[in-house]
């Protein structure tokens, strides 16, 4: 049973770029949640995807913008990207159907802005 | 605004001896409480949780307190192995979970041989 995938794990950018980070959900679970990692930091809530339409969201700047598709991948889509903006990308996924909503992360994505 | 406070920012042990993490809690509201490892380059990794309903959860070596009245919860690691050294995350969730996970800042642990 393959876990949570992200692609890719390595990325660099230069100011001012777009970037697409991709997330794979666990098999059997609906939804997906995405969170930004810095250095040294806790991870922090971008927002959360079910039934390809966006449930939550985080204090991130609508720079920051998603899509989940009806098998339940996602993607993070980062416009004008800043210095700040590098960081860890993690994708977490769950389901909904079990009840049971531990959220299990992939490796992420490293983004590097220059 | 930190919504989860952790103690401490690391810590070192003896491989054997063990390993006690600290977290506080601000939402009353929160209803699922995880704890995350997570080793340098890979994403966190789901460790042991708790609800509100039960005050301590036991899965093998690894331990989880749990004081409503007090908005506090903590991790204890026994017989700590150099395998446990990573960084460890509390966190907190609404809607049992279903919400966003708001986390602390981490907490490095260093188990010496």
């Known amino acids: 049973d393959a876990g949570v995938t992200q692609s890719p794990t390595h990325l660099i950018k230069t100011r001012g770029q777009q970037v697409t980070l991709r997330c794979s959900p666990k098999?059997?679970?609906?939804?997906v949640s995405w969170y930004q990692q810095a250095l040294g930091q806790g991870p922090q809530f971008i927002f959360q995807?079910?039934?390809?339409?966006?449930?939550q969201r985080g204090n991130f700047p609508d720079r920051f913008s998603g899509h989940q598709f009806p098998n339940y991948s996602s993607e993070l889509n980062v416009n004008a990207l800043l210095l700040g903006d590098s960081a860890l990308y993690l994708c977490a996924s769950s389901g909904s159907t079990s009840g049971n909503y531990e959220q299990f992360f992939g490796p992420g994505t490293r983004l590097t802005v220059l | 605004q930190q919504q989860v406070k952790q103690s401490p920012q690391s810590l070192i042990v003896q491989k054997g001896g063990i390993s006690i993490i600290n977290c506080a809690y601000e939402n009353t509201a929160f209803d699922y409480f995880p704890w995350y490892q997570q080793f340098p380059g890979k994403g966190p990794a789901l460790l042991i949780a708790?609800?509100?309903?039960?005050s301590e959860k036991k899965e093998g070596r690894f331990t989880i307190s749990f004081n409503k009245s007090a908005k506090q919860f903590s991790l204890h690691i026994m017989d700590s192995q150099p395998g446990d050294s990573a960084t460890y995350f509390c966190?907190?969730?609404?809607?049992?979970?279903?919400?966003?996970?708001?986390f602390g800042k981490g907490m490095k642990l260093t188990v010496n041989p």
């Open positions: 098999s059997g679970h609906d939804t």
């Open positions: 708790i609800r509100p309903d039960v």
């Open positions: 966190a907190a969730s609404n809607q049992g979970g279903s919400e966003k996970l708001v």
């Open positions: 995807y079910y039934e390809e339409e966006e449930r």
